[in-house]
RNA sequence: UCCUCAAUAGCUCAGUCGGUAGAGCAUUCGGCUGUUAACCGAAGGGUCACAGGUUCGAGUCCUGUUUGAGGAGCCA
């Protein structure tokens, strides 16, 4: 269907004056004695193209005023002082016609009642935002890591080992409910792969494999945590960036990460500029001064003990109890990276027991080279390491864990056979994003959101 | 999973001390000299989430359930 896409409409003058075929969706019409408007939206710009209908050419036109329906649009498109460019209908045609109970109507909805039609609600200027800053976000994610010689792999989705410490995962089966076997093992060594398998909550083993061979590798793809956590920054399928590089140690892997997030967000800024103004106008005031200082400034830097000096040395009554070795609750992770830092901050070398098996012990005997990045709002969106690399340390660590070595030959092989210091990390993408967008809820940055007891 | 709050027209909400169900927007109809969430007039629209209970009488009070939101835990 031979048209123009809006976007175009109001970047390229050299159409001004000339005659146009525009299509999309009716956004709202105002209808008076000799004339009529249409405020058309195609889904390329989140500006919408004001269609001005003149009702002495004796055009039909009434079933085109309805919010929702699809039209095609001729006429010649001409300057238009309080809308750039506007265009005179000479021809309509109704592509689609929208029946009165459309469920959107022209006024502000409640993100809750969209959550409602997620079909229905990528219609709204909010979630045509958020998608094309998802799809910039994404662009822009390869285009660094390829620069710098990073070859992109998929790690499989189906997985027969778990990342130990990461989470609950889905089983993947074939054996429906009626099957009886009268033992666990009997059940699973008549499932379709012979054995438990469920689905990937990361790549990070699989990536591991990639890196000591490729060097640089990085992973873009989807995670999957049963976990039973019902809060606005989990998602039951959630997209995972997962860096991971040979010859690097932890100071490597925070550079890393910190050029990865200013570049991103720095394309974000540029390429996005309408829909960054959107947002921060209606999601949250003074998103793009955030971001801009963000990219412009070191991010801060703290080691774990030391962050518990200062949270212990602070005058706050924190819910949980400061201590060294415990965990950062939330309330700290808050204070660290709003009050103490006001802005991006890494913690790094947490103790031993706290963190997952694969972490490099560090000299101390206590901590060990984890680091992840808090940032005000969202909280944590990168949690990395550099991996144990010495082959005895690591089989003592997953001892003292209880795991079973049989399951992780491949990973052990690693250590065996021309083991070198690597590490990377783990991003969550619609975390990113939120703190991208100032949207407050992951469930609204994802076409269809997938939680505890909803997979609509 | 735990804690807190909420659920009334299609949407957003009000509903006083327990006493006949309200508004704005949307919809439909009519009007309006180019409008910007247009404006003006009229009409239609209700199992007050569901199930019990207290009461002469419950949208309102009590119990349970469901759904949603926020916080916590877990994490990315």
């Given at each position: 269907m031979q048209h123009i896409d809006i976007k175009e409409i109001f970047e390229n003058e050299a159409l001004i004056n000339n005659n146009v075929t525009v299509c999309g969706w009716v956004r709202t019409a105002r209808d008076s004695k000799n004339v009529a408007f249409i405020e058309l939206n195609d889904g390329t710009s989140l500006k919408h193209l004001q269609i001005v209908i003149d009702k002495s050419k004796g055009l039909e036109y009434e079933e085109m005023l309805k919010v929702g329906c699809a039209i095609k649009v001729e006429g010649q498109l001409v300057p238009s002082a309080q809308n750039i460019v506007e265009v005179n209908a000479d021809t309509l045609t109704l592509l689609g016609p929208a029946p009165q109970d459309y469920p959107l109507q022209k006024k502000r909805h409640t993100l809750e009642f969209l959550r409602t039609m997620p079909h229905l609600r990528l219609r709204t200027n909010t979630f045509n935002a958020v998608f094309r800053v998802r799809s910039v976000m994404a662009a822009a994610i390869h285009e660094f890591f390829q620069k710098k010689n990073f070859v992109y792999v998929n790690t499989p989705l189906?997985?027969?080992?778990?990342?130990?410490?990461?989470g609950e995962m889905f089983q993947v089966t074939t054996n429906g409910y009626t099957t009886e076997y009268t033992n666990e093992e009997d059940y699973y060594t008549n499932d379709f792969f012979g054995t438990k398998a469920g689905l990937s909550v990361s790549g990070q083993l699989e990536g591991e494999t990639a890196a000591m061979a490729m060097g640089k590798i990085y992973t873009f793809g989807p995670s999957f945590r049963a976990e039973n956590s019902n809060t606005p920054r989990h998602l039951a399928e959630f997209w995972h960036v997962e860096p991971e590089v040979a010859f690097a140690e932890l100071p490597d892997i925070i550079e890393l990460a910190e050029e990865m997030i200013k570049f991103v967000i720095g394309q974000v800024l540029e390429k996005c500029p309408n829909e960054m103004d959107f947002f921060d106008k209606f999601?949250?005031?003074?998103l793009k001064d955030r971001l801009n200082k963000l990219i412009s400034e070191d991010f801060g830097t703290i080691t774990y003990t030391e962050a518990i000096e200062l949270l212990k040395k602070a005058d706050v009554d924190f819910q949980y109890k400061v201590e060294w070795g415990c965990d950062l609750q939330t309330e700290h992770e808050r204070y660290i990276s709003e009050t103490i830092f006001g802005k991006a901050v890494f913690v790094t070398n947490y103790p031993k027991e706290i963190k997952s098996f694969y972490m490099k012990q560090n000299?101390?005997?206590?901590?060990?080279a984890a680091v992840d990045l808090l940032v005000p709002g969202?909280?944590?969106?990168i949690g990395g390491s550099e991996r144990e690399a010495n082959y005895d340390k690591l089989v003592e660590a997953m001892n003292i864990r209880g795991m079973n070595l049989d399951l992780y030959g491949d990973y052990l092989d690693l250590r065996k056979y021309g083991s070198v210091p690597h590490g990377g990390f783990g991003l969550g993408f619609e975390r990113l994003i939120m703190y991208c967008t100032?949207?407050?809820?992951?469930?609204?940055?994802?076409l269809y959101p997938r939680t505890v007891g909803n997979v609509r």
């Open positions: 189906i997985t027969g080992s778990d990342c130990e410490g990461a999601f949250e005031k003074g000299d101390d005997g206590k901590t060990v969202v909280g944590e969106i100032g949207v407050s809820n992951i469930r609204d940055v994802v």
